[in-house]
């Protein structure tokens, strides 16, 4: 038998991650895909030869998915269990099926018991919803360490997408970027961040919205990543659901 690689992914056919045609380069051949009408799509595809490709992606420290009873499910090679705190809703996420999060006060994923350590470098890759009409009065997290750092917040009374230092004292460093301006349609938020030195003394935090970069800044934080979708306290529930978390 022939070795086989595979890649499956999730694509969408226009707005908004704008792929309606697209050539795909696998293990030194390509192929086209296009023609298709708007809409998310399973995108499979296989090579079969004698020398495996390499996975492009390295597998996840931490995911989040729901499965098809509309449970919530944690997998990733960090080894830690995650648990569903308070009640959060399973809502339709961008493909319409009831695979996306939403969560109110009271309701969070928390990561193991001291949450899940990055060192100095980490990306967060998920899709995001907001909904204008939940109160900006308080702050909005997506990520928060356990004693430390919310690395991916949007702003108190207001809507800019940003992360916010405790440990190094800087409070709330925004991006930039008006999380107003993505209306009510599912968008992919990416946040990567990287050193800038060959010490890691100083360090990038870059955002992008469906692929694209909107917005760097020199925030940095070295906290572990142990609640999901709000601060652990409760009071501070990101601004809509939440799909494919990564």
């Known amino acids: 038998q022939p070795d086989i690689t595979e890649a499956e992914a999730w694509v969408s056919a226009g707005d ?19 023609g298709a009408g708007s809409g998310i799509y399973r995108l499979h595809v296989q090579q079969i030869g004698s020398v495996p490709a390499e996975h492009p992606w390295p597998e996840p420290l931490i995911a989040v998915d729901i499965d098809d009873t509309g449970t919530i499910v944690f997998s990733g090679t960090s080894g830690v269990d995650g648990m569903v705190q308070g009640s959060p809703t399973i809502v339709a996420g961008p493909s319409g099926q009831l695979d996306a999060v939403q969560f109110g006060v009271g ?7 001291d949450g899940v350590d990055t060192d100095h470098t980490w ?29 991916i ?18 409070g709330f460093v ?12 599912w968008h992919r938020l990416t946040v990567a961040t990287n050193c800038v ?7 990038t935090a870059t955002y992008f919205i469906d692929g694209e970069e ?30 494919h978390f990564r």
Not at 17 to 34: E, L, M, N, P, Q
Not at 153 to 170: F, K, M, P, S
Not at 220 to 241: K, L, M, T, V
């Open 16 to 34: 908004p991650i704008k792929t309606r045609y697209v050539k795909f380069h696998f293990g030194g051949h390509s192929a086209d895909w296009g």
């Open 174 to 185: 925004g991006s930039g970027f008006d999380m107003g301006t993505l209306g009510t349609s």
């Open 123 to 151: 990306t967060i890759d998920c899709y995001i919803q907001m909904d204008p009409s939940l109160p900006s009065d308080s702050w909005g997290t997506l990520t928060r360490g356990s004693a430390g750092d919310h690395q």
């Open 153 to 170: 917040i949007e702003q108190a009374g207001g809507t800019e997408l940003g992360g916010y230092e405790n440990v190094d004292g800087r």
């Open 214 to 243: 909107v917005a760097s800044t020199d925030y940095h934080s070295e906290s572990d990543f142990f609640a999901i979708g709000n601060y652990q306290d409760g009071a501070q529930p990101w601004r809509g659901p939440i799909h």
């Open 197 to 203: 030195d060959g010490g890691c003394a100083s360090r």
């Open 107 to 113: 309701s969070f994923l928390q990561m193991g018991d």
